[in-house]
């Protein structure tokens, strides 16, 4: 009679606690569909892209990331050159003929001062393409070649060209181009060539220096472009040809009777000197100027690098600096963050931050929190909360967009369902799951009510 009376007892625990809901209740979504303003949806293409289409702006990185540390600067070159000095000359005798050496320098090779055009083809789309790289109303931009061996574009940034060929440079603004997503529909050009040049001086009318650029440079068209020779009627004057070290010269008699001197092919860095003295000394001390001023200009130049190197990594350190101090009030939430926060059968529940300048998707979330847990959760019942403020102003109305995972071909929707600030994301439970919860809370209660009835 005492064994029936306590079996019974416990049999009425039993139902009183599953009977009455107190041991486990659990989130869902499924259960209010359609109350409190809670309008359930499954996804499907249509719907996402119906989504997608709400007003919304990522976060914008502070300046600070976007700046480029050697923009705006430059070398400050060197001072102005003294202009050269030119000696009185004396009545020559009979010279020695001594021609430089035949030479083929190979493909012309940008070098720094060197003017590049940038030309783009005229048209609507590409210039609203290139904006900020070409100006709308000229469609041919000069870029000079700086001491770095760069030229700085706008949107591009620096571009190595120094030493290329010009093919060479066009694969380098290619790449770029290419790289920021930007029509390369473009042509390249040299408009001024100032990297390599041959130096005249003496007796000639216009002493000066002479680019050499894509085509072979003569030395009847270097004397040419000089104004031709200054001599009077009695002189007899020599070409002095200054290169890599050695002194060459042509007697002008012999120059005009043969027309194979006349031809003679320079190369940069070379330097001429008509002289009418019989001796070296004048052609001499034209030779060791041309070298002081290379030297000199060689070394403002590693000075005007250095300068720059350091006022580049001063800004680079205030970047950085600037940078660092974002970071850490992102970090210690002094920066206005936007998140989506995860619940339910996920593996790392939490606050997933939505990225700055670009859009995180469900998957990006989802799968950042390792996933839904494969024993507890229901892939079929996966949601995506959002509040909807075209509604009741005093009661936010709530769309639960439902993910049914267990067809894996829909993740792919979740790879497109773009997140707003504030969404929550939540993976119910599986049912069996929820019944083994109950269990496990109810199992002590039983216990104890056993435990009563047995004494």
Do not use: K
């Not at 041309?290 to 190197?309: F, G, H, M, N, P």
């Amino acid at each position: 009679m005492i064994s029936r009376l306590r079996r019974a007892i416990l049999a009425l625990g039993l139902s009183g606690l599953v009977g009455c809901g107190s041991a486990y209740v659990s989130s869902d979504i499924s259960g209010v569909a359609g109350e409190d303003g809670v309008q359930v949806v499954t996804l499907s293409p249509a719907i996402v892209a119906q989504a997608n289409r709400s007003a919304y702006q990522p976060q914008s990185l502070p300046e600070a990331f976007s700046r480029i540390a050697g923009a705006g600067g430059g070398p400050r070159g060197a001072a102005r050159l003294p202009d050269p000095v030119f000696d009185p000359q004396a009545r020559p005798g009979t010279l020695e003929l001594r021609v430089p050496p035949a030479t083929d320098p190979g493909p012309y090779r940008i070098g720094v001062g060197d003017v590049l055009i940038l030309a783009t083809p005229r048209g609507e789309s590409s210039v609203e393409e290139l904006a900020g790289l070409v100006a709308a109303q000229n469609q041919r931009q000069g870029y000079t070649v700086q001491d770095n061996g760069d030229i700085a574009i706008p949107d591009l940034g620096r571009v190595m060209v120094a030493d290329m060929t010009l093919p060479q440079a066009e694969d380098a603004v290619f790449e770029r181009l290419i790289e920021a997503r930007i029509d390369p529909s473009f042509s390249l050009e040299v408009a001024e060539f100032n990297s390599q040049r041959v130096s005249v001086g003496g007796a000639v009318r216009n002493p000066g220096v002479f680019p050499v650029g894509m085509t072979p440079v003569y030395l009847d068209q270097v004397l040419a472009s000089s104004g031709g020779l200054d001599l009077s009627g009695d002189d007899f004057a020599v070409i002095r040809i200054y290169r890599d070290g050695q002194i060459y010269q042509i007697p002008t008699s012999e120059l005009y009777s043969d027309q194979g001197l006349q031809r003679v092919r320079l190369i940069d860095g070379d330097s001429l000197f008509v002289d009418t003295a019989y001796d070296f000394e004048q052609a001499q001390a034209y030779f060791e100027e041309v070298i002081a001023r290379a030297d000199y200009t060689r070394s403002a130049r590693a000075d005007a690098i250095q300068e720059l190197q350091t006022e580049v990594s001063i800004r680079r350190a205030a970047l950085e600096e600037s940078r660092q101090n974002f970071r850490d009030r992102v970090e210690y939430g002094a920066e206005g963050g936007e998140y989506v926060y995860l619940a339910g059968e996920v593996d790392q529940p939490g606050r997933f931050p939505l990225p700055f300048e670009t859009r995180a998707t469900l998957a990006d979330a989802l799968f950042d929190a390792g996933g839904w847990s494969e024993s507890t959760g229901n892939p079929a019942h996966i949601y995506l909360l959002r509040a909807d403020g075209d509604r009741s102003a005093d009661r936010g109305a709530v769309t639960a967009y439902r993910l049914d995972a267990s067809n894996a071909a829909n993740l792919v929707l979740a790879t497109r369902m773009e997140l707003r600030p504030g969404d929550v994301i939540f993976v119910a439970e599986q049912p069996i799951t929820r019944w083994n919860r109950v269990i496990d809370q109810i199992t002590p209660s039983i216990f104890n009510i056993g435990a009563a009835a047995v004494r």
